[in-house]
């Protein structure tokens, strides 16, 4: 079964296939992309972060378990935590449903952030990347 | 070792996520683990299990080796009927839990897990010696598909008719499914009605009847909405049903005490068998843990392999998941016997966490008056 996948090319994508987003005010959203919940399936279970914590760049924040896996959630970016997504605590399916929309994962406060995107792949890149996998 | 497939694969492929399993390329799932998980405990699903292990166990001998192999009773075991229990090692250990099926007098039909079909060939034969049988491994010329759920009955009675409904749980008959030679027995893995049904003289090389068996059965199923079903599926209605998976819950280092399967050793049959001495001495001595059912009160997904907290850690979970049906984490896995108390508060550390949780009820461990196959009717 081949998919194919929705890579918006308005967001940077990491190694570990999370998503960032930067909103007009200077905050980001993450998330985690298509391929990556396509790969999980059926996601049951979400565990956020703490609002307010300070996170620097591919350290594990959460973690997103399907019915048959777990799998860390890096922030793509450093910053601080200002909101996580309290939806999916009971709705762990929006992920599955909408990940770049509904299924957001937390919105951060960047601290360095253009030298950080520079490191992260736009869609086309992260589109060859997923194709060498 | 390149990986096996069966009949199905090329349908696997195309409908379904392939995933290695027990040497063979296997779906995992097809349109996904809890649409077919509900579809089994509420309609019907369909399963291929090509993959497990089947033997014929002929002989004037077969009936006494076979009580020597095996902790049930199989001298009174009816003809056409089927029975579930264990092989044991001389200390007691599980070499491997399958059913056997009286098919005549001095003829037996032994399905048994895909993870130990080298295995457990070779212990049966190496035990056969003085014993007048022979044993003939037919798992390449037999398609084995599982057909669950509460209108599992309805689906088959539309392809064999009414006698279908006459089989009792664990008989086995023949039934031809649009011409082709076939068995089925009603048992299954799922805790739900339904059969296990053999398509009989279908090599692997020549897949053509287990084809249009399987999808004779997907077509008489549609007007309830059958799926077919992958291992995930499969995984997670056993786990629900609280029944043992080979590897798991049980090995060669469990004995049938502690994994709360006494019940399918017979001490006081008419023979001696394999591993009874250790098993007595077992029985009388009592066992040091036990196996026990968790739910947890609290968000989060139980795995194989996490502690079970009291105080201290007391043991480790064996298998855990995600349950559809009860919309919670739960899991099975070992314990001291003094923890084994229904309602007895326990963690299990998932991660940095010690999530609460309880001893609950387990085989099954949804409401036996609303799934599963004693449900009430109507």
Redesign the interface.
């Given at each position: 079964m081949k998919k194919a996948y929705r890579f918006p090319s308005e967001l940077r994508y990491s190694k570990e296939h999370e998503w960032v987003k930067v909103l007009e005010d200077g905050t980001a959203l993450i998330g985690i992309s298509d391929y990556a919940q396509d790969q999980l399936h059926e996601l049951v279970y979400v565990e956020l972060p703490q609002v307010g914590r300070e996170v620097s760049q591919m350290e594990a924040i959460g973690t997103v378990e399907s019915v048959k896996a777990v799998s860390d959630v890096y922030s793509p970016i450093s910053g601080t935590i200002l909101e996580v997504n309290n939806e999916l605590q009971n709705s762990p399916e929006l992920i599955n449903q909408d990940p770049y929309g509904k299924g957001w994962i937390a919105k951060i406060k960047p601290k360095n952030l253009e030298a950080e995107l520079r490191g992260l792949m736009d869609s086309e890149s992260y589109k060859k990347y997923i194709e060498k996998l | 070792m390149s990986l096996r497939r069966t009949h199905l694969y090329e349908y696997h492929r195309?409908?379904?996520?392939i995933i290695e399993f027990a040497g063979f390329e296997m779906p995992?799932?097809y349109e996904?683990?809890?649409p077919e998980h509900q579809a089994v405990r509420n309609s019907v699903g369909l399963f291929d299990v090509t993959h497990m292990g089947r033997s014929l166990v002929e002989g004037r001998g077969a009936e006494e080796f076979l009580d020597h192999m095996l902790t049930g009773d199989v001298s009174s075991l009816e003809p056409m009927k089927g029975l579930y229990s264990v092989m044991c090692n001389e200390r007691g250990g599980i070499v491997d839990d399958l059913i056997t099926y009286r098919l005549a007098e001095d003829r037996f039909l032994l399905v048994y897990n895909a993870s130990n079909r080298e295995k457990d060939l070779r212990w049966l034969e190496r035990h056969s010696r003085g014993f007048d049988v022979s044993i003939r491994d037919v798992s390449d010329e037999v398609a084995m598909f599982s057909l669950q759920g509460p209108r599992a009955e309805e689906t088959f009675k539309k392809l064999c008719g009414e006698e279908v409904s006459a089989l009792e749980r664990f008989q086995i008959s023949n039934f031809r499914i649009q011409g082709l030679e076939a068995m089925a027995a009603r048992t299954g893995y799922t805790g739900e009605d339904g059969f296990e049904i053999f398509i009989l003289d279908t090599p692997l090389g020549d897949p053509w009847k287990a084809v249009r068996a399987w999808e004779a059965l997907l077509g008489a199923g549609e007007e309830f909405g059958i799926k077919p079903c992958g291992l995930?599926a499969r995984d997670?209605l056993r786990l629900e049903a609280g029944l043992c998976l080979y590897g798991n819950d049980i090995d060669e280092d469990t004995n049938p005490f502690e994994a709360r399967l006494r019940w399918v050793v017979k001490l006081k049959k008419g023979r001696d068998f394999i591993g009874k001495e250790a098993l007595m001495r077992i029985a009388e001595e009592g066992v040091r843990r036990t196996r026990v059912g968790i739910a947890l009160e609290e968000?989060?997904?139980p795995?194989r392999g996490y502690e079970i907290w009291n105080q201290e850690v007391i043991g480790t979970v064996t298998s855990g998941?995600?349950s559809p049906t009860l919309d919670r984490?739960i899991a099975m896995g070992y314990v001291p016997p003094e923890y084994s108390k229904l309602e007895t508060p326990v963690r299990i550390k998932i991660?940095d966490r010690l999530l609460r949780g309880k001893i609950v009820k387990f085989h099954p461990f949804y409401d036996e008056s609303r799934y599963g196959w004693r449900r009430d009717k109507g």
């Amino acid at each position: 079964m081949k998919k194919a996948y929705r890579f918006p090319s308005e967001l940077r994508y990491s190694k570990e296939h999370e998503w960032v987003k930067v909103l007009e005010d200077g905050t980001a959203l993450i998330g985690i992309s298509d391929y990556a919940q396509d790969q999980l399936h059926e996601l049951v279970y979400v565990e956020l972060p703490q609002v307010g914590r300070e996170v620097s760049q591919m350290e594990a924040i959460g973690t997103v378990e399907s019915v048959k896996a777990v799998s860390d959630v890096y922030s793509p970016i450093s910053g601080t935590i200002l909101e996580v997504n309290n939806e999916l605590q009971n709705s762990p399916e929006l992920i599955n449903q909408d990940p770049y929309g509904k299924g957001w994962i937390a919105k951060i406060k960047p601290k360095n952030l253009e030298a950080e995107l520079r490191g992260l792949m736009d869609s086309e890149s992260y589109k060859k990347y997923i194709e060498k996998l | 070792m390149s990986l096996r497939r069966t009949h199905l694969y090329e349908y696997h492929r195309e409908h379904g996520k392939i995933i290695e399993f027990a040497g063979f390329e296997m779906p995992v799932w097809y349109e996904g683990v809890i649409p077919e998980h509900q579809a089994v405990r509420n309609s019907v699903g369909l399963f291929d299990v090509t993959h497990m292990g089947r033997s014929l166990v002929e002989g004037r001998g077969a009936e006494e080796f076979l009580d020597h192999m095996l902790t049930g009773d199989v001298s009174s075991l009816e003809p056409m009927k089927g029975l579930y229990s264990v092989m044991c090692n001389e200390r007691g250990g599980i070499v491997d839990d399958l059913i056997t099926y009286r098919l005549a007098e001095d003829r037996f039909l032994l399905v048994y897990n895909a993870s130990n079909r080298e295995k457990d060939l070779r212990w049966l034969e190496r035990h056969s010696r003085g014993f007048d049988v022979s044993i003939r491994d037919v798992s390449d010329e037999v398609a084995m598909f599982s057909l669950q759920g509460p209108r599992a009955e309805e689906t088959f009675k539309k392809l064999c008719g009414e006698e279908v409904s006459a089989l009792e749980r664990f008989q086995i008959s023949n039934f031809r499914i649009q011409g082709l030679e076939a068995m089925a027995a009603r048992t299954g893995y799922t805790g739900e009605d339904g059969f296990e049904i053999f398509i009989l003289d279908t090599p692997l090389g020549d897949p053509w009847k287990a084809v249009r068996a399987w999808e004779a059965l997907l077509g008489a199923g549609e007007e309830f909405g059958i799926k077919p079903c992958g291992l995930g599926a499969r995984d997670s209605l056993r786990l629900e049903a609280g029944l043992c998976l080979y590897g798991n819950d049980i090995d060669e280092d469990t004995n049938p005490f502690e994994a709360r399967l006494r019940w399918v050793v017979k001490l006081k049959k008419g023979r001696d068998f394999i591993g009874k001495e250790a098993l007595m001495r077992i029985a009388e001595e009592g066992v040091r843990r036990t196996r026990v059912g968790i739910a947890l009160e609290e968000k989060g997904i139980p795995r194989r392999g996490y502690e079970i907290w009291n105080q201290e850690v007391i043991g480790t979970v064996t298998s855990g998941g995600y349950s559809p049906t009860l919309d919670r984490g739960i899991a099975m896995g070992y314990v001291p016997p003094e923890y084994s108390k229904l309602e007895t508060p326990v963690r299990i550390k998932i991660r940095d966490r010690l999530l609460r949780g309880k001893i609950v009820k387990f085989h099954p461990f949804y409401d036996e008056s609303r799934y599963g196959w004693r449900r009430d009717k109507g």
